[in-house]
């Protein structure tokens, strides 16, 4: 793999998902990130990857150490009608419901939705309502 070009600016550098059907995962999350609107980045030996997430097989190269449990990733939705989308593709795509869209209690206009993906990793897609943002995120280039 070999990037060019990234864009930062928010906490999280990267996050890796080690998964046990590498094909199964790939059409989970190409169906979510498909609602969200986030391309696909591309693809390695027995791995995928998008944005800040790579999803690998145990037996990948970058997969390495004792293989842990459960995650939670919350990806953001710029609306309400895009954390629906997320949801409808998720169940449509091998997902189980963990919890529909709609409000919740963390701060006034929290809009989220929870499926957990193949794996049983809690995913979710939240819109925290109207805000203003300086710069979508910073381009970096090597």
Sequence with gaps: METQEVYRGRLIDHIQ?????????????????DALNIPM???????????????STSNSEAAQGILTGRHHLAFQARDRAMVDAFYQAALAHG????????????????????????????????????????????????
């Design 95 to 142: 997902g189980r419901d963990n919890g529909a869209p709609g409000e919740r209690g963390y701060h006034p206009g929290y809009y989220a939705a929870f499926v957990l993906d193949p794996d049983g990793n809690n995913i979710e897609a939240v819109y925290h309502g109207e805000a203003n943002r300086s710069t979508p995120a910073v381009r970096i280039t090597f």
């Design 41 to 55: 980045g591309g693809t390695g030996d027995g791995f995928f990857w998008a944005d800040e997430l790579f999803v």
């Design 17 to 33: 998902l080690v998964v046990q059907d590498l094909a199964a995962s790939q059409t989970f999350y190409t169906a979510i990130f």
